[in-house]
């Protein structure tokens, strides 16, 4: 939602980025005020999952130019657990599988290595068992997830449970989910959109980056971005997700050509 | 190294041997792998089977079974003790120790020389009937040295919940001892045995451990392995196994201790529909060598067989498995899969992985895969993303990688135990941690 007295969180200017020597990020602008709901969009290879990654420091991506201030602070600065620790959190479009590892415990180690780097109070394991119980029924989740290997042998609408968990969890100022929707049935989805819903508030932001304009149905943005070549080109309300879902995404470029070409 | 001076190697060996048993059939058993034993060599890297184990700092060392025995303290027992076991059987140096073995099983779990007595056919039908000796110098020589050991039999019908821990405790310097375990699985049985080799010393000694166990029809047996010998130690370990129909095999092999280890398993799948699970973790580090060899053979139709073997090695340690599936012309509708994943921690560790499937069947199922490398890096990056250090990242993976093998040991006291040395062994400082100034 969009408030009066809103605080920029995330401010990013003119990011480029490559990956393996290839530019993804060619001119990436975007701000975030707290409170807000934004949804990047675009087609495949637009390059809305590398800006979600380089947001949160994958090691793999290279920032070749621009400027990212969370807060205030460069954020690109910050190694990628510090980001997290500062409050961005990603949620990954294939959270990872980790066999030998109690979700349990790892959700525990998260949650009280940021709590402490917060001066927060950290819990102990029955303490956080009671904790994340809680916290799990935003989700509808199955409490024999917690004695389940990190992801292991979980369906795609599980790992995506499980991503919002986390950031249920850390309670992260900035969100960003990448393609959170992908893999899910419409019962798992409306699950999940609702608990991301439940998790915003208006100290926070979220952005969305997806590929369809169905999850937004159930998320409603105040803004919708549309990526193509590696920035973004046009922004709009939430109508323009609707526009994008009729009538594709090739209209956006043609616009856009046309328009440089008046300006010339 | 010259096959002269190590064929005198085994002789020198074989002095120590124990005096003749009342029992003929076993003086001849005995007096045949004596025969092998001088006709086989220590064997060399120009073996294919040892190319990458030299074995040769063995012989440099002389052997001997150990000689005077002091009992030991209940406390240097009990501190390997599996609380759930319903009975266990203490070797020390080889010999076995009765006023530290237990018994509650309801089944014969005894020494060898006692459960003779009672158990004469089957142990004269199973003994060394397994176990071939005639091209491997070291189950020749444990047969050489055949005189007592642990005998497990489990009758027909009876699942047994609780394990048995056999459990083998090396206390001297130089002492050689030659281990012989003996499981006899009666059909409709089940039970799970935990084999434990263990040290209260760090001094170089001689385990040269021979297993056999025979599974009849539809019995079960989960067979944990624990090698977590001396730092000085030299551990050979040949395990062979039987499957009789719809049978069903799980073994976990663990390998953390000894400078030398080599752990040759054999798993026969003999009739129809048998089924088994092999399972291995090799946790080493230093200058330590961890050698695993596989055979699962399928002989006949409808087998089934999974394996997962892992290695994490560091320092300048170096890891080796060599995993062959053999599919016989007559095992159609064989399912197997294997997968050999190593991770290396250091630039110096070194792991040389083999799988090897032999297929003569033509309606068969079988995958197998082999990866060796350091951490992924996108799994570094998901615990990072989290608010995790690099090192606690680090930490997790390495240790969640052994983990996985730990998890499916059916016995939770060792388990814990396992995870535990695994922690232990896995963790690096963090950077930046407070140093003393």
Same mark, same amino acid.
């Given at each position: 939602m969009i408030y009066q007295d809103s605080k920029t969180l995330l401010a990013v200017r003119g990011l480029h980025a490559t990956v393996n020597g290839i530019e993804i990020l060619k001119g990436m602008d975007l701000t975030v005020k707290s409170g807000e709901v934004h949804a990047i969009m675009g087609p495949n290879?637009?390059?809305?999952?590398?800006?979600?990654?380089?947001?949160?420091?994958?090691?793999?991506?290279?920032?070749?130019?621009?400027?990212?201030?969370?807060?205030?602070?460069?954020?690109?600065?910050?190694?990628?657990?510090?980001?997290?620790r500062a409050g961005v959190f990603l949620g990954f479009q294939?959270?990872?599988?980790?066999?030998?590892?109690?979700?349990?415990?790892?959700?525990?180690?998260?949650?009280?290595?940021?709590?402490?780097q917060r001066g927060k109070d950290e819990l102990d394991p029955l303490e956080f068992d009671d904790y994340v119980r809680e916290r799990m029924k935003l989700l509808e989740m199955n409490p024999d997830f917690l004695d389940r290997s990190v992801n292991e042998g979980f369906s795609g609408g599980e790992k995506k449970r499980n991503e919002i968990l986390q950031m249920a969890l850390l309670d992260p100022r900035i969100a960003i989910l990448d393609e959170t929707d992908s893999g899910l049935d419409i019962d798992a989805l409306r699950i999940v959109a609702g608990g991301v819903n439940q998790l915003a508030n208006k100290d926070n932001a979220i952005v969305l980056v997806t590929h369809y304009q169905r999850l937004l149905d159930y998320i409603v943005p105040d803004y919708v971005h549309v990526m193509e070549s590696g920035r973004i080109v046009k922004t709009g309300g939430k109508d323009l997700a609707l526009e994008l879902e009729a009538r594709g995404y090739d209209w956006v470029g043609a616009e856009l050509k046309a328009n440089a070409r008046v300006r010339t | 190294?010259?096959?002269?001076? /190590? *064929?005198?190697?085994?002789?020198? !060996?074989?002095? +120590?041997?124990?005096?003749?048993? #009342?029992? &003929?059939?076993?003086?001849?058993?005995?007096?045949?792998?004596?025969?092998?034993?001088?006709?086989?060599?220590?064997?060399?890297?120009?073996?294919?089977?040892?190319?990458?184990?030299?074995?040769?700092?063995?012989?440099?060392?002389?052997?001997?079974?150990?000689?005077?025995?002091?009992?030991?303290?209940?406390?240097?027992?009990?501190?390997?003790?599996?609380?759930?076991?319903?009975?266990?059987?203490?070797?020390?140096?080889?010999?076995?120790?009765?006023e530290h073995s237990f018994n509650r099983a309801g089944i014969t779990v005894e020494n060898l020389v006692t459960g003779?007595?009672?158990?004469?056919?089957?142990?004269?039908?199973?003994?060394?009937?397994?176990?071939?000796?005639?091209?491997?110098?070291? /189950? *020749?020589?444990?047969?050489?040295? !055949?005189?007592? +050991?642990?005998?497990?039999?489990? #009758?027909? &019908?009876?699942?047994?919940?609780?394990?048995?821990?056999?459990?083998?405790?090396?206390?001297?310097?130089?002492?050689?001892?030659?281990?012989?375990?003996?499981?006899?699985?009666?059909?409709?049985?089940?039970?799970?045995?935990?084999?434990?080799?263990?040290?209260?010393?760090?001094?170089?000694?001689?385990?040269?451990a021979v297993t056999e166990i025979a599974l009849a029809g539809n019995a079960e047996v989960h067979h944990v392995r624990v090698q977590r010998d001396g730092a000085e130690a030299f551990h050979i370990a040949n395990c062979a196994v039987s499957l009789?129909?719809?049978?069903?095999?799980?073994?976990?092999?663990?390998?953390?201790?000894?400078?030398?280890?080599?752990?040759?398993?054999?798993?026969?799948?003999?009739?129809?529909?048998?089924?088994?699970?092999?399972?291995?973790?090799?946790?080493?580090?230093?200058?330590?060598?961890?050698?695993?060899?596989?055979?699962?053979?399928?002989?006949?139709?409808?087998?089934?067989?999974?394996?997962?073997?892992?290695?994490i090695v560091d320092g300048a340690a170096r890891a080796v498995f060599n995993g062959n599936i053999m599919v016989r012309a007559g095992a159609q509708r064989t399912d197997s899969s294997q997968s050999s994943r190593n991770l290396l921690l250091s630039g110096k560790a070194r792991v040389d992985t083999k799988p090897q499937l032999e297929i003569f069947a033509d309606d068969v199922k079988c995958a197998h895969g082999a990866t060796v490398g350091q951490l992924d890096v996108d799994e570094v990056f998901y615990l990072k993303s989290r608010g995790l250090s690099d090192t606690a990242a680090r930490n997790l993976l390495t240790y969640a990688f052994g983990a996985e093998v730990i998890e499916r040991i059916p016995v939770a006291s060792l388990r814990h135990?396992?995870?535990?040395?695994?922690l232990a062994r896995t963790q690096t400082a963090e950077a930046g941690a407070a140093r003393p100034s």
């Open positions: 290879g637009s390059g809305k999952s590398t800006f979600a990654k380089v947001l949160a420091g994958h090691p793999a991506y290279v920032v070749s130019g621009g400027a990212v201030e969370f807060e205030g602070r460069n954020l690109l600065d910050l190694a990628p657990e510090a980001r997290a294939y959270p990872i599988e980790i066999p030998g590892v109690a979700n349990s415990q790892f959700l525990r180690l998260a949650y009280n290595t940021v709590q402490a | 190294m010259n096959t002269v001076s /190590t *064929a005198g190697y085994l002789d020198r !060996l074989l002095q +120590g041997q124990p005096p003749a048993s #009342p029992l &003929g059939w076993l003086n001849q058993l005995r007096a045949h792998a004596v025969d092998r034993v001088g006709a086989l060599a220590v064997p060399t890297t120009r073996d294919e089977d040892w190319r990458f184990t030299d074995i040769s700092p063995l012989t440099k060392i002389s052997f001997q079974p150990a000689q005077s025995m002091a009992p030991l303290a209940p406390a240097s027992v009990e501190q390997w003790a599996i609380a759930e076991a319903a009975a266990r059987l203490v070797f020390v140096d080889g010999v076995y120790a009765a003779l007595n009672r158990h004469g056919t089957a142990v004269q039908t199973n003994l060394g009937q397994h176990a071939g000796f005639e091209r491997d110098a070291f /189950t *020749a020589l444990n047969t050489a040295f !055949l005189h007592d +050991g642990a005998l497990i039999v489990v #009758p027909r &019908g009876t699942a047994l919940a609780a394990p048995v821990h056999l459990l083998f405790i090396a206390t001297h310097k130089h002492a050689a001892s030659y281990p012989r375990c003996l499981v006899i699985a009666e059909s409709d049985s089940a039970a799970t045995v935990i084999e434990d080799y263990v040290a209260l010393q760090d001094e170089a000694y001689f385990t040269n009789a129909q719809a049978s069903r095999y799980h073994s976990v092999s663990v390998a953390l201790g000894a400078r030398i280890s080599r752990h040759n398993l054999r798993v026969l799948l003999a009739a129809e529909g048998a089924a088994c699970s092999i399972d291995g973790l090799a946790l080493i580090g230093g200058a330590q060598l961890a050698d695993s060899h596989t055979l699962i053979d399928h002989a006949l139709p409808h087998g089934t067989s999974r394996q997962l073997h892992k290695c135990q396992l995870e535990q040395a695994v």
